[in-house]
Structures are given as structure tokens and as C-alpha cells.
């Protein structure tokens, strides 16, 4: 099981951070023909072309043409730019043009793209471009999940000379007068550096780290999402379901990705926006039902009830993608962030990659400076300079 349904955005900053580092995803883009779309609690066709969209009963006939040209727009990017003022549902009711039924099929579009489902909240700077690279340059779905990313890069860490210590929760971090940073560890370790990124999930945890109580004041919350992990003996009948008046979803992950063994098909079920375990696991197996997964043919099944998906959202209260922290701490020189919910580029994991390479960058810089700065220092003073080894 993944943890729940996860993605690649090939157009996205994530991906391209990895190449840089010389790591290339592998995986399969997941297949769009046959794909279903629920409405009324019934399945129709999933527009994904002209011609499936003249099957499709999920918008009216008149509707149609204004759809098409929505679906064009936003896989070409000839849309209008989101702004961050303005919510993701404003920004899809300007483009349906008064059709409320084409801005149902948008907003269902947007959510699967980013993963949330409050669209009145998230920004539309943050959701709209986004949305177009989700749709103009798909996803891959990841062989062996994203556990082949934390194995491909921490093969260039070490290969770079990086020592990995693991299960060392971090309880506190510490700057002393001379600029140099204690990181003290749950196994009694005590790490000295000259920089530190702290990239310890959401804000609430970097900012106890860092004692800055104000660290999330422009930030929304968080978005959630409960999911159904089902491994099925046999095939699939409907590979893929996306809810248009509910917020629900069902992809079948493996195959295209190698995630189980062979005969066994991994399939995601998930509501973005969780609401109550009690509602929504039974909500997600009858969706499970509805897509012709027999429970005979279940061999394993796990639910997730309330997943954090974005530890933070940009929000239209909070200024929107401007108003997500820096990756540089102002208040704690030689501190720096990294995740989802930091800096100005991208969502869900492309920013984490991206943040998390702009920190790096930035926090060996600072080392050397720091390290040069020292040395001259104690020149001046007569005294000759020692760095220790472990310290970057």
C-alpha cells in the first residue's frame, strides 16, 4: 500500500529537482480511456476528449461546447491566471461562464489535481497552474511508491559524502552566541553545524524548533483526505472514478505501477476532505462496489481515516502562494525550512523538492561563509582556526 493515492506531476517542480540530482522516476502514467465519472450516485463517461464527451450525459448538450473549450484552455494553458485574491471555485465560475454544470466537472478537475477540497479556501494562484500541469502533462504513478525517491536520494547523499542517521527524532535545536547550531537528539546525540533546514512536516513542529510562535500566521489549514487501500485478486472493472458532485475518487494504481505482486491489483478509494471515519469508510466501499470490486476478490484492505494531505494551504485570507513562509528564517540566521507549505513554488511534493533544494543551496552557502568568517576571525585575533570535520 502507497499511504494512501500518490503521484508524480510530470510538469512539475519535483520532477524537475530530481533530474538535476540525476535521479529519473520510474513508473507509468496511469490510462484515461474507460475512465468514469459519478454523478447522482450513477456512473457516466468521463470526458477526456471530444469524443467521450459526446457520450457523456455528466453536463448538459448545451453545455458541452463551453467544456471543451475549458478542458482546450486548461490543457494548452490558455486559461487566465489565478489570482491570489481570488478563491479556486471564483476562478472556475469565471471560466464556466454561468454553466454551473461545466463548473461541477472544473471544480472536480481541480480537486483531483490538488489533492484538496475546500475550493472556496485555496487560492487561485496556488490551484490554477497546478491544475495545468496535472492535466496537460499528467502524473506517474511510481513503481514501488515514493520509496523509490527516499532510496534514489539518499544513494546521491551518501555518494556526496552525507552521513544518514535514522530514528533520531530531533527534540531541540539551539543557537548559540557564535552563530553555530546544537541539534539535540532523542538518543542522547548532540549534532553541532553551521546551518540547519528544518524540514520536520508542517509549520506547528518547525515552528517549536525554531520558537517562533508567528511562524504560520498567513498560512490556511490543513487539508485532509480519508482513504480506502484496497489489494484485489483480478482485474478491475473500472480502473478509474472521479466524483463530480461528491468529492470522491478511485484509481487503480497498480497495474500501471508495480506495487504488488503479480495477480494482485493495489486500487485507492478517497475522499478529499474527511469528515467522519463512521461516514466515510462506508461512503468509500460502496464506491469500491459501485466500480465492480467484488469483496471476494479483496485480499487486504487498509483505511485511513483522516490523512494530513497538505499540512498547510495557501489560502485567499493568507495571500496565497506569497504568503507561505520564506525558505530563509529572517528571526534565525542560518536557519532554513523546507516542505508543502513553504515558499512560492508549487504544491503538495514539487513543493517540498522545490523548497527543500532552494534550502539546501542556500544553507551550504551560508556554512562556508559562516566557516570563512570564523577563520578570518580568529586570524585577526592570533589564534589559529579549527573546524571540525563534521561540520559542512
Not at 450516485?41 to 469524443?51: K, N
Not at 491570489?84 to 481541480?110: F, N
Not at 512536516?201 to 524548533?209: D, H, K, Q
Not at 517540498?352 to 532552494?358: H, I, L
Request: aromatic residues 4%.
Amino acid at each position: 500500500f502507497n499511504g494512501g493515492p500518490r503521484a508524480l506531476y510530470l510538469g512539475g517542480a519535483g520532477r524537475q529537482v530530481l533530474g538535476r540530482l540525476g535521479i529519473t522516476p520510474t513508473g507509468s502514467k496511469p490510462p484515461t480511456a474507460g475512465s468514469s465519472a459519478l454523478i447522482g450516485r450513477r456512473l457516466d463517461v468521463l470526458p477526456t476528449g471530444a469524443a467521450s464527451l459526446l457520450r457523456s450525459g455528466i453536463v448538459a448538450r448545451s453545455s458541452k461546447p463551453r467544456l471543451l473549450a475549458c478542458l482546450l484552455g486548461i490543457a494548452t494553458g490558455r486559461v487566465p491566471a489565478g489570482r491570489p485574491d481570488q478563491s479556486a471555485d471564483e476562478w472556475i465560475r469565471t471560466l464556466a461562464r454561468g454553466h454551473d454544470d461545466v463548473a461541477a466537472v472544473l471544480g472536480a478537475l481541480v480537486r483531483v489535481s490538488t489533492y484538496a477540497a475546500d475550493l472556496d479556501l485555496l487560492a487561485a494562484d496556488a490551484a490554477v497552474p497546478h491544475t495545468i500541469h496535472a492535466i496537460a502533462k499528467g502524473v506517474l504513478y511510481q513503481d514501488d511508491g515514493f520509496q523509490q525517491y527516499l532510496d534514489a536520494l539518499g544513494a546521491v547523499g551518501r555518494g556526496s559524502g552525507m552521513t544518514v542517521v535514522d530514528r533520531a527524532p530531533v527534540v531541540s535545536l539551539d543557537q548559540r552566541a557564535d552563530g553555530m547550531w546544537s541539534v539535540e537528539c532523542r538518543d542522547g546525540r548532540t549534532v553541532r553545524a553551521r546551518a540547519v533546514v528544518v524540514a520536520a512536516g508542517g509549520p506547528t513542529s518547525a515552528a517549536g524548533l525554531l520558537d517562533l510562535t508567528d511562524l504560520d500566521a498567513t498560512l490556511g489549514p490543513p487539508a485532509t483526505a480519508a482513504c480506502l487501500e484496497l489489494a484485489v485478486a483480478g482485474p478491475v472493472p473500472n480502473r478509474f472514478v472521479l466524483g463530480i458532485d461528491e468529492p470522491l475518487y478511485l484509481s487503480e494504481h497498480s497495474p500501471p505501477a508495480r506495487l504488488a505482486p503479480a495477480g494482485v491489483n493495489v486500487v485507492h478509494v478517497a475522499r478529499y476532505g474527511a469528515t467522519t471515519a463512521t461516514d466515510d469508510r462506508p461512503r468509500l466501499e460502496a464506491l469500491s462496489a459501485q466500480a465492480g470490486i467484488r469483496e471476494a476478490d479483496v485480499v487486504a484492505r487498509r483505511f485511513l481515516a483522516k490523512m494530513v494531505v497538505h499540512t498547510a494551504l495557501p489560502s485567499v485570507d493568507g495571500g496565497g502562494m506569497a504568503g507561505r513562509p520564506a525558505v530563509a528564517v529572517a528571526e534565525r540566521p542560518g536557519a532554513f525550512l523546507a516542505g508543502d507549505w513553504v515558499g512560492p513554488v508549487g504544491l503538495l511534493a514539487d513543493a517540498s523538492f522545490a523548497s527543500g533544494e532552494v534550502a539546501g543551496g542556500i544553507a551550504a552557502a551560508h556554512a562556508v561563509a559562516h566557516a570563512r568568517a570564523a577563520r578570518s576571525g580568529a586570524a585577526r585575533s592570533g589564534r589559529s582556526a579549527t573546524v571540525a570535520t563534521s561540520v559542512p
